[in-house]
């Protein structure tokens, strides 16, 4: 049942994030989703992103953040820079955009104050964080508690999936009855490709390993 009236969704298109905009359908009356164009080498996520958005009915917003491209040059944004095949040993991998969450989070919860809103949905696991240090729970509750004393506002930054590795994600699609939707319409690939994209990359295969993973126990 729904028991709450609005929510903001940090959206790019991809699995995590389109998952938590139905988790979020499925929690709260009204559902707005925030995407961010920040020169990403492939704009069909954004394609991806519009597209599940308006036939799903959610209001949807795209803001422009090119600076970040410009501020923190990395393999998602630039095509001279390829993208890592494994986790480095030590640091970030290149695929990592220096504040990028910290940054989309910023203005979600900006954007979202202006309407009244208190609750931002981010698509952002600890589980699967491949060394992304913007997606781990103290992260996220050292920002929402910045973000309050910042705007004087109660926000409620909620992370449906913080616990969740990718084969429990691909669950949580499932209970919400879209697991097809996300199986087949979001882009997590690195080279751009929709659905089950390019199979290679390091976020093909943490997708499909955790896709195939789930298929299997939900066939048992
Ligand atoms: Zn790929």
């Not at 069909?44 to 491209?69: F, M, Q, R, T």
């Not at 931002?120 to 240090?133: H, L």
Request: net charge negative; proline share 3%.
């Amino acid at each position: 049942m729904k028991n709450k009236k609005q929510a903001l969704v940090v959206f790019s298109g991809g699995q995590d994030s389109t998952t938590c905009l139905f988790w979020a359908k499925a929690h709260y009356e009204e559902v707005i989703a925030i995407s961010f164009d920040y020169g990403q080498r492939h704009k069909k996520e954004l394609e991806c992103a519009a597209a599940i958005a308006k036939d799903y009915g959610v209001e949807h917003h795209i803001l422009d953040l090119h600076l970040l491209n410009e501020l923190a040059p990395n393999s998602l944004t630039r095509t001279d820079i390829a993208v890592d095949a494994d986790a480095p040993e030590t640091g970030t991998p290149n695929t990592f955009v220096d504040g990028r969450n910290m940054v989309f989070l910023t203005y979600a919860a900006i954007f979202a104050k202006q309407r009244g809103i208190t609750d931002v949905v981010t698509g952002v696991s600890q589980s699967d964080f491949s060394g992304y240090p913007d997606c781990r729970d103290v992260f996220i509750k050292s920002l929402n508690t910045t973000l309050n004393l910042a705007m004087d506002y109660e926000f409620d930054l909620y992370t449906p999936l913080m616990w969740l590795d990718k084969e429990e994600t691909w669950a949580l699609a499932d209970e919400l009855g879209v697991l097809e939707v996300i199986h087949t319409r979001t882009l997590t690939c690195y080279n751009g490709i929709a659905g089950d994209g390019c199979g290679n990359c390091p976020a093909c295969k943490l997708r499909n390993r955790g896709y195939e993973r789930y298929m299997k126990r939900r066939l048992v």
